[in-house]
């Protein structure tokens, strides 16, 4: 099946600094790629869509100044945090799928992100 | 507008026993249904997805979900419980047209010795 993965699983970052987050898929060539965040005991929140060589669509209430996405192979995607905070603390889990409507969205193991 | 709704944050069963997670969905066109799961601190793993064909669907670790379109319902069932079960189960809903999937607020499923 296809392989979705993050780098880094974990990541402990000072307050003011950036992070980034990579999301590769190993197997095929991801068009599309989802940025999603996860709070404790919650759902998932789409924060982003991206497709390879454009800029990403942003959801409504998040700032793209701060989550910077960048899509710039088929296969790799990045997402910035500038600036941390700690309430950007969370789990980042992105997804890539071959295409956009009929296409399967496949998961990455998630980045747990803390901010002290 | 689509969503879905998962009854019950919390769902506890003894091992061995019948799991019934319920999902339930509105959408004005035919979904797409899906089931995940995720494990402490990972991400997420398909268990089995509707695609408009059979209307029960098998999916992995001995899953099975049944699309009723009636009730609007994608419930989620194992037969027997395992241990290795817990986890938090995640139903999604996608239209046809749209590429984003709409989730649920999750089950978690807590299995008792």
């Known amino acids: 099946g296809a392989v979705v993965s993050q780098h880094p699983s974990r990541v402990i970052c000072k307050s003011g600094t950036s992070v980034k987050i990579e999301c590769r898929s190993l197997?095929?060539?991801?068009?599309?790629m989802f940025w999603y965040r996860q709070f404790p005991k919650k759902s998932l929140m789409l924060m982003a869509t991206s497709n390879e060589g454009s800029k990403a669509t942003y959801e409504q209430g998040v700032e793209k100044d701060k989550f910077l996405i960048n899509h710039a192979s088929l296969t790799l995607s990045t997402l910035t945090v500038t600036s941390a905070h700690p309430e950007d603390s969370s789990f980042y889990i992105c997804?890539?799928?071959?295409?956009?409507?009929?296409?399967?969205?496949?998961f990455g193991p998630g980045t747990r992100l803390t901010v002290t | 507008a689509q969503s879905v709704t998962q009854l019950g944050s919390h769902v506890s069963v003894s091992e061995g026993a019948l799991v019934l997670l319920r999902c339930n969905y509105s959408s004005s066109v035919p979904p797409y249904l899906f089931w995940y799961v995720q494990y402490p601190n990972q991400g997420l793993q398909l268990l089995l997805k509707y695609t408009s064909a059979a209307t029960l669907v098998k999916g992995i670790n001995g899953f099975e979900a049944e699309f009723k379109k009636s009730e609007t319902s994608f419930h989620l069932t194992k037969p027997s419980a395992h241990m290795s079960d817990a986890a938090e189960y995640f139903c999604a809903v996608k239209e046809d047209s749209n590429y984003q999937l709409i989730w649920g607020a999750g089950t978690k499923l807590i299995i008792k010795p």
């Open positions: 197997d095929f060539q991801a068009t599309t």
């Open positions: 997804s890539a799928s071959a295409g956009t409507i009929n296409y399967e969205q496949y």
